[in-house]
């Protein structure tokens, strides 16, 4: 077990209102396959998907060329493992491989800062590649989702090249680099609290429907996108969770009704309620011209993937997602939202009362006693006290910046070992920065005590794991 203490400079400031500062953006990102063109004049099929898709043919070949040589060169140095990334001053390259030979490729501008000069001079610009908090493991989580091989079987290369069209064309504008933090790099879920009694009746609503509707092979529940239940694995839950929370629900925002978000009178004239809609299939099962086409998702199985259905059905602020092994029929719709709205009408408010309760003992939203990330390896769960909103496109945050990139700083020295570490920083701004690293899990610790020293901060630190984290075992 490591400890250290180092101190951080004092933050960078724009000298100046002409200055101009650029965030992190995405240049290009595109997938190739090196055996489909190796033939010279052939190169041009090699490339499988290129956003933007208006750059000029041969600047195409070029860029996938040059990263073709770039991974080829690596392999010389360690065969199993190739390139994941390559750090110039102007941008970032990210190498993944997620099925052998297929390829994708994301370039990322670094952050920069446009200085005016004087005599009618061009500005100077400075590239600030160390500010930038990216990590290759951030795009992993989504980019597994795609199996090339399964699709090609289904319609060859033509099939393929139009499905990743079509995901990614919407995919890409999910993705907000100037709002990446330490969250995005963990890739973690946020779990809502429930009791005892509570999750209870889920786990026994779970028992019902899978019962009752033998298609049905997973259920899982989110309530204000956060995880209740899941009968996924967790690298399954993980990506489905990112896809749901930054993509789909996004997409059915639109304002509820009014009063569907407040707690409700469970039954009337001994009729349940029932205000639940399928967020995915049909928008309205009375339509005689409604689709039931449900997307097809793939879950890890003993012998490699299980192509799926995904129903997403929603009441209130609690989603219910069940995943269907068959195509689905009018029939099958109906007879689910007859079962299934109901009685999720019903956990709706019980889970709708947890939460006023559970913000009742909070108390009125104020400034957190302790700003801290906390995000646990082995089950993903992640919580943040210093997000005051954290979407896809928005990052609102209670602390400069600087102190963000400090936290990310200390999250690239724990992932270069192994064991169980402690890192302490002072910043110039009298901030204190806690890092500590402990069976599998992480906790950030953000500290204003101008005059404290360190036995102190270590003192407040271990006051906030028994305050917040009673039940985890922290090493001291």
């Known amino acids: 077990r490591g400890a250290h203490t180092w101190f951080a400079g004092a933050p960078k400031m724009a000298s100046g209102m002409q200055e101009k500062q650029y965030t992190p953006s995405l240049l290009s990102f595109f997938i190739y396959n090196p055996t489909f063109g190796p033939r010279e004049g052939e190169e041009e ?3 499988l998907f290129y956003h933007p898709s208006d750059v000029e043919k041969n600047e195409k070949i070029r860029n996938v060329g040059l990263c073709e ?20 001053q102007k941008n970032r390259q990210f190498f993944f491989e997620p099925e052998e030979n297929f390829w994708m490729v994301m370039v990322v501008r670094n952050p920069m800062i446009e200085k005016p000069n004087k005599d009618g001079k061009p500005p100077t610009v400075e590239y600030q590649e160390e500010e930038m908090l990216v990590s290759t493991e951030k795009y992993s989580h989504v980019l597994t989702m795609l199996i090339f091989l399964i699709a090609m079987q289904a319609g060859g290369v033509e099939l393929l090249m139009q499905k990743l069209e079509k995901f990614f064309y919407r995919y890409l504008q999910t993705l907000h680099l100037q709002s990446c933090d330490l969250l995005d790099v963990f890739g ?11 999750y209870l009746k889920i786990q026994s609503f779970v028992n019902r429907v899978e019962e009752s509707l033998s298609l049905i092979k997973y259920t899982a529940f989110l309530y204000n996108d956060q995880l209740i239940w899941s009968g996924l694995e967790q690298d399954d839950m993980r990506i489905l969770y990112k896809y749901l929370t930054t993509s789909l629900f996004p997409r059915h925002s639109e304002p509820e009704l009014a009063g569907r978000d407040s707690p409700m009178r469970p039954e009337v004239a001994g009729n349940l309620l029932h205000y639940g809609r ?4 049909p928008t309205n099962l009375k339509d005689p011209e409604a689709k039931f086409r449900f997307p097809k998702i793939f879950v890890s ?3 490699g993937y299980e192509e799926l259905h995904l129903i997403v ?8 997602f069940l995943i269907a092994s ?10 689910l939202d007859s079962l299934v709205g109901p009685q999720l009408t019903l956990l709706a408010s019980d889970i709708c009362e947890q939460f006023t309760i559970n913000r009742r003992i909070s108390g009125p939203e104020k400034e957190p006693q302790f700003k801290f990330i906390y995000f646990n390896h082995m089950n993903l769960a992640e919580k943040s006290t210093i997000h005051m909103r954290k979407t896809a496109s928005v990052c609102l945050t209670s602390v400069h910046p600087d102190l963000m990139k400090i936290l990310g700083d200390i999250n690239c020295d724990f992932a270069r070992v192994d064991e169980d570490e402690e890192i302490i920083v ?7 920065v806690v890092g500590k690293k402990s069976d599998q899990r992480e906790l950030y610790v953000i500290l204003n005590q101008k005059n404290a020293n360190l036995i102190e901060v270590n003192e407040e630190v271990k006051r906030l794991c028994a305050t917040q984290f009673n039940n985890i075992f922290f090493l001291d």
């Open 45 to 47: 099929k090699k490339i």
């Open 69 to 88: 040589a770039i991974v080829q060169f690596t392999r010389t140095f360690c065969p199993t493992k190739p390139a994941k990334s390559l750090h110039t």
């Open 188 to 198: 973690g879920i946020s779990f809502f609290p429930l009791d005892k009694m509570t």
């Open 278 to 281: 399928f967020l995915t299939g």
């Open 301 to 303: 199985a003993e012998d």
């Open 313 to 320: 059905y929603k009441v209130h602020s609690l989603v219910c």
């Open 326 to 335: 068959v195509e689905l029929t009018r029939e099958f719709c109906e007879q």
């Open 426 to 432: 002072k910043a110039m701004t009298d901030y204190w």
